[in-house]
């Protein structure tokens, strides 16, 4: 395709890392009425990169700034904006095509959601920002406090920063997941227990698995579903104590549905939140963890690879040969 000129209030950006995650995965697979509403579309939403090119009217950014955005940008100004939650926007202005060269970021992003790259913080690091972004979101809803026990269920990219960020906050990580690749990663980013669900049968048996690994049995203080799974959510409920939180994180199929033991609902006053996207405030705060070292993207990498092999890491994601793949236009095929 040709190169874009950015128009009003919009940048173009030479892409220098492009990042693969698990939405792109479920788009390639059935697509996605939010992202894509129409096809053939542009492809790729976690990137960073350089600026080449600034549209009229751009003040805050120069031509060479190393960049980072988000892949949305909420309106400000609709019911959902207005009552301070911006993730539920009605009017996201939506990035995608950093699967290419060259990407132009459109103007509301431009304006509330992209950020001068920090020289401490290398693009490959940069390029996950926006799922990071997501998991503060999942953290600052889950409010997990120093000494809690925090059960993650699913050691994808999103499970491994959920374990991280527990970890930073103090808590004692039980992870679980059905790929021993996944749980060596999860030991790798801190978990204090793993839990194979391989040869466990059902959900009953697969929760009280992880209600025998905390004090009395009783169960976490913190459950975490990263998979997207209804019957990966209905587990997570079963493992917390009562008075616990869940975090149902992941975003399941269009038309999926849990069901919720009514009695033990009321009876342990569970509280279960369901956790969707990212805001400005949120994207900051991901940006500060990476300047700071407490994260590195880069450890979510599985491999880097040129662009033409886009689908190829698609396809590896989906068979679990890899978390994340980064796309590197300058990398010769």
Same mark, same amino acid.
């Given at each position: 395709?040709?190169?874009?000129?950015?128009?009003?209030?919009?940048?173009s950006?030479?892409?220098?890392?492009?990042?693969?995650?698990?939405?792109?995965?479920?788009?390639y697979?059935?697509?996605? &009425?939010?992202? !894509?509403?129409?096809?053939p579309?542009?492809?790729?939403?976690? !990137?960073?990169?350089?600026?080449?090119?600034?549209?009229?009217?751009?003040?805050? !950014?120069?031509v060479?700034?190393?960049?980072?955005a988000a892949?949305?940008a909420p309106?400000?100004?609709?019911?959902a904006?207005?009552?301070?939650?911006?993730?539920?926007?009605?009017?996201?202005?939506?990035?995608?095509?950093?699967?290419?060269?060259q990407?132009?970021? &459109?103007a509301?992003?431009?304006?509330?959601?992209?950020?001068?790259?920090?020289?401490?913080?290398?693009?490959?690091s940069a390029? &996950?920002?926006e799922?990071?972004?997501?998991?503060?979101?999942?953290?600052?809803?889950?409010?997990?406090?120093?000494g809690?026990?925090?059960?993650v269920? =699913?050691?994808? &990219?999103?499970?491994?920063? !959920?374990?991280?960020?527990?970890?930073?906050?103090?808590?004692?990580?039980?992870?679980t997941?059905m790929?021993s690749?996944?749980?060596?990663q999860?030991?790798s980013?801190?978990?204090?227990?793993?839990v194979?669900?391989?040869?466990?049968?059902?959900?009953?048996?697969r929760?009280?698995?992880v209600?025998?690994?905390?004090?009395?049995?009783?169960g976490?203080?913190?459950?975490?579903?990263?998979v997207g799974?209804?019957?990966?959510?209905?587990?997570?409920?079963?493992?917390?104590?009562p =008075?616990?939180?869940?975090?149902?994180?992941?975003?399941?199929?269009?038309?999926?549905?849990?069901?919720?033991?009514?009695?033990?609902?009321?009876?342990?006053?569970?509280?279960?939140?369901?956790?969707?996207?990212?805001?400005?405030?949120?994207?900051?705060?991901?940006?500060d963890?990476?300047?700071?070292?407490?994260?590195?993207g880069?450890?979510?990498?599985?491999?880097?690879?040129?662009?033409?092999?886009?689908?190829?890491?698609?396809?590896?994601?989906?068979?679990?040969k890899g978390?994340?793949?980064?796309?590197?236009?300058?990398?010769?095929?």
């Amino acid at each position: 395709m040709p190169r874009q000129q950015p128009g009003p209030g919009e940048i173009s950006v030479d892409v220098y890392a492009a990042a693969t995650c698990g939405t792109d995965l479920k788009s390639y697979r059935r697509g996605h &009425p939010k992202l !894509f509403p129409a096809l053939p579309a542009r492809f790729g939403h976690e !990137f960073a990169g350089v600026v080449d090119a600034v549209g009229r009217g751009v003040d805050d !950014f120069q031509v060479g700034q190393r960049v980072v955005a988000a892949n949305t940008a909420p309106c400000g100004s609709c019911w959902a904006c207005t009552k301070q939650r911006p993730s539920l926007c009605e009017n996201l202005s939506f990035l995608n095509g950093a699967f290419a060269e060259q990407v132009v970021i &459109p103007a509301p992003i431009v304006a509330r959601n992209t950020y001068v790259l920090p020289e401490t913080v290398s693009f490959a690091s940069a390029a &996950p920002l926006e799922p990071l972004s997501t998991v503060v979101h999942g953290m600052a809803e889950a409010d997990v406090a120093l000494g809690d026990t925090v059960a993650v269920n =699913g050691c994808g &990219p999103i499970g491994l920063m !959920f374990i991280r960020l527990s970890k930073l906050r103090g808590a004692r990580v039980i992870a679980t997941d059905m790929s021993s690749l996944r749980l060596a990663q999860a030991r790798s980013a801190g978990a204090d227990v793993t839990v194979d669900l391989t040869e466990m049968s059902d959900t009953a048996e697969r929760s009280a698995a992880v209600r025998d690994l905390t004090e009395g049995r009783r169960g976490a203080d913190i459950a975490i579903e990263a998979v997207g799974l209804p019957e990966v959510w209905e587990q997570t409920v079963e493992m917390l104590r009562p =008075g616990g939180t869940g975090v149902l994180f992941g975003g399941p199929k269009a038309g999926s549905r849990f069901s919720v033991d009514a009695v033990a609902m009321h009876y342990s006053e569970y509280t279960l939140k369901g956790v969707f996207h990212h805001t400005p405030q949120y994207v900051r705060v991901a940006l500060d963890l990476l300047a700071s070292g407490a994260l590195d993207g880069e450890s979510l990498i599985s491999e880097v690879r040129p662009l033409e092999a886009l689908v190829d890491s698609l396809e590896d994601m989906a068979a679990g040969k890899g978390a994340k793949y980064l796309l590197d236009p300058r990398v010769a095929a």
